[in-house]
């Protein structure tokens, strides 16, 4: 299971989900054109001293992530607000890349459509959208522990 980040915005979102990725043993993908230059300084303030420890992958473009996805014949799941299927009834498999989008905008359609399944977290009427770290972190660890990865940690 990985995460990946489509052109994000916010280094300190950035930060904390290499820290997630880290603390959970999962890679980060980030997806160029990112909104900041990808450098220590711009994400220690949330990666701490995590960064270190994380697996961070850098696609030049989405057609390269792509390209790169289906070779390795891996599932694209994406969460956005755009979705009608609920993330927790969803069924996540082992090899499933959960891709947030821009913080500022989310993902083009046309990037949408290259999902293989989208979804959105449930929410009170009138809401549009969570953090995307704290989106992130939600989904990550449902589909973690519907495929028992939590097992694999002390």
């Not at 290499?18 to 300084?41: E, K, M, N, S, Y």
């Not at 850098?58 to 694209?76: C, M």
């Not at 009138?126 to 989904?139: E, T």
Request: charge should be neutral; aromatic fraction near 6%; proline fraction near 3%.
């Amino acid at each position: 299971m990985d995460l990946a980040l489509y052109q994000p915005d916010i280094a300190a979102n950035t930060g904390t989900l290499l820290r997630l990725g880290a603390c959970l043993g999962v890679a980060v993908h980030v997806i160029h054109p990112a909104g900041f230059a990808i450098t220590q300084r711009n994400l220690a303030r949330s990666g701490m001293d995590y960064l270190e420890r994380a697996s961070l992958v850098e696609h030049d473009s989405f057609a390269a992530f792509d390209a790169w996805r289906q070779t390795q014949n891996r599932r694209l799941v994406l969460l956005t607000t755009k979705a009608s299927a609920s993330s927790y009834q969803a069924a996540y498999r082992a090899d499933d890349i959960i891709m947030l989008g821009r913080e500022s905008a989310g993902v083009p359609d046309g990037i949408a459509d290259r999902a293989d399944l989208r979804i959105r977290i449930p929410m009170q009427p009138g809401m549009r959208s969570l953090n995307v770290a704290l989106a992130g972190a939600m989904i990550l660890g449902e589909a973690m522990r519907q495929n028992g990865d939590f097992t694999r940690l002390s």
